[in-house]
């Protein structure tokens, strides 16, 4: 054996996968965005001032709030505007505020969601009488139709009563919605209601397992919507409502009104009570939401 080493066949060297390591870059310092941080002052100071000055004026005494200006610190700040709010019943009249928005949002919710799916699915000429009568509804304001609407009220026996509220206000809020929902519901892919057939599934079957889980954006986005409408109605309980054991936040208010007077510090405190609720339930329920707002929930 005297072949030399250089008469041998080389020998191919397997590539070990590692990618040379790049030399590192120094990062580079950004540009501050003077435009957008500018933009971004006056938009907190937008917010903030009108905040501040309601949170000021809350523990103001009446005969100072005149005398100082809306956003001098008070010089004897006191706690007895929420304690006179608490008194004249805000509580209550928050509790009735959410029983109606409960209800209606439950109503809007499920009259909605199946109105929907039946013009999604169907596609028969009733159907889209239907659909076309709920966005007729878009068009006729409850400011035209309140006279109606108090006399039906009268006539069912559900004056001055709760009820008289929530059946209305759901009724105003469904054009909405159902078209909001029909749009949503419309994303969902023909090959997940054909996968569905193939299971065996019904048509209720389908909506429970597939349409609802699949429209939670949509359903997320109306429940806020029916939530502020029935939060902020101010028609239907002036109308529709006399006694004081049925007000809602938005008549009550009225609480803080003399003949001569209004108790601005003591109905700003009012304000700020019914805004409490409104608050914990964002604060708990924000990322729902928002991805519901954005149209990303669900899917």
């Known amino acids: 054996m005297t072949a030399s080493t250089a008469e041998r066949p080389a020998v191919r060297q397997r590539p070990t996968g590692r990618r040379p390591a790049l030399p590192r870059r120094r990062p580079g310092r950004r540009r501050p965005n003077v435009l957008a941080g500018l933009g971004a002052l006056v938009w907190l100071a937008v917010v903030g001032v009108p905040l501040y000055a309601l949170l000021v004026a809350t523990v103001q005494r009446s005969e100072n709030y005149t005398s ?28 009735n505020t959410a029983i109606v928005t409960v209800a209606v949002v439950a109503i809007v919710l499920v009259l909605a969601s199946m ?10 000429r009733w159907t889209t009488g239907v659909f076309r009568m709920f966005l007729l509804g878009l068009a006729i304001p409850s400011q035209a139709v309140i006279i109606p609407v108090y006399l039906i009220i009268i006539e069912l026996g559900l004056y001055d009563t709760l009820t008289a509220i929530v059946l209305p ?6 054009p909405v919605c159902v078209l909001i929902l029909v749009g949503s519901m419309r994303d ?61 936040i938005t008549m009550g208010l009225f609480e803080f009104q003399g003949e001569y007077r209004v108790d601005v510090p003591g109905m700003l405190a009012a304000v700020v009570l019914a805004t409490l609720p409104l608050f914990l339930v964002y604060l708990f329920a924000r990322r729902s939401l928002v991805r519901g707002m954005m149209g990303v929930g669900g899917k």
């Open 68 to 95: 100082a200006g809306p956003l001098t610190p008070p010089a004897d700040p006191t706690l007895g505007n929420y304690v006179k709010a608490i008194e004249n019943g805000v509580l209550g009249f928050v509790l």
């Open 115 to 124: 109105t929907g799916f039946a013009v999604v699915r169907s596609r028969t």
């Open 169 to 174: 206000t759901a009724a105003f809020a469904l």
């Open 188 to 248: 969902i892919s023909e090959e997940l209601y054909e996968a569905m057939a193939l299971d065996g599934a019904g048509p209720v079957r389908t909506f429970l397992q597939l349409v609802v889980p699949m429209s939670r954006s949509g359903l997320s986005t109306i429940g806020v919507y029916a939530a502020l409408q029935a939060w902020n109605g101010f028609l239907f309980p002036l109308i529709l409502t006399q006694s004081a054991d049925n007000r809602l």
